[in-house]
């Protein structure tokens, strides 16, 4: 190739490169919007399908929360809290700090006072019966576990565990097996 040719497509090069590097600069620092929001006139605003009917304030931080038999399970800080569906407080209980998930099991539950509430913890499982009382505890089956979150099944308790990128199998007929 002749040396004219060769200096005309490093000048052509350079000048794509330097154009698509200031068309990227522009395109971050710009204010435009890529998302659509609803504009001063209400149109193009999202209308939900759902009404909310209610709403009710608790005495601290809700870490996470379960509905059973017209019943909202709420973990807090350092205690369950029981309300019904209109937010009336119908008792509490205390458990130790840092609740992960929570989840009231049904399926062997025959009514209300003998359903077990289990609560997942970074590197535990304990389970309380509805009035407070601890009926059992599983620890994680590693020392590096991180538990993020879990569900049940009529036999069987299944949790994340962040750290070691796997799913746990406990079972619980047999307390502390695990898969």
């Not at 004219?4 to 204010?31: A, C, D, R, T, W």
């Not at 929001?37 to 209308?47: K, L, R, W």
């Not at 059992?136 to 879990?150: H, I, K, L, R, V």
Request: aromatic share 16%; glycine share 6%; net charge negative.
């Amino acid at each position: 190739m002749n040396k004219p040719l060769k200096i005309g497509l490093n000048i052509l090069v350079f000048f794509l490169i330097v154009g698509f590097g200031y068309y990227m600069v522009h395109s971050m620092m710009s204010e435009e919007k890529t998302t659509q929001s609803g504009d001063e006139n209400g149109e193009n605003t999202f209308v939900s399908p759902y009404k909310k009917i209610n709403s009710f304030d608790v005495a601290s931080e809700i870490l996470c929360f379960d509905v059973y038999e017209n019943l909202i399970f709420v973990a807090l800080f350092d205690k369950v809290a029981i309300f019904d569906l209109s937010g009336k407080h119908q008792h509490d209980f205390k458990i130790e700090s840092n609740v992960r998930d929570i989840v009231v099991e049904t399926w062997h539950a025959a009514s209300l006072p003998t359903a077990t509430i289990y609560l997942l913890y970074p590197t535990r499982i304990a389970s309380y019966s509805f009035d407070g009382q601890k009926k059992g505890e599983w620890e994680a089956c590693s020392d590096n576990s991180d538990y993020c979150s879990f569900t049940t099944t009529k036999d069987y308790v299944f949790v994340t565990d962040a750290e070691n990128k796997n799913i746990v199998q406990y079972d619980t007929r047999r307390t502390g097996a695990f898969y």
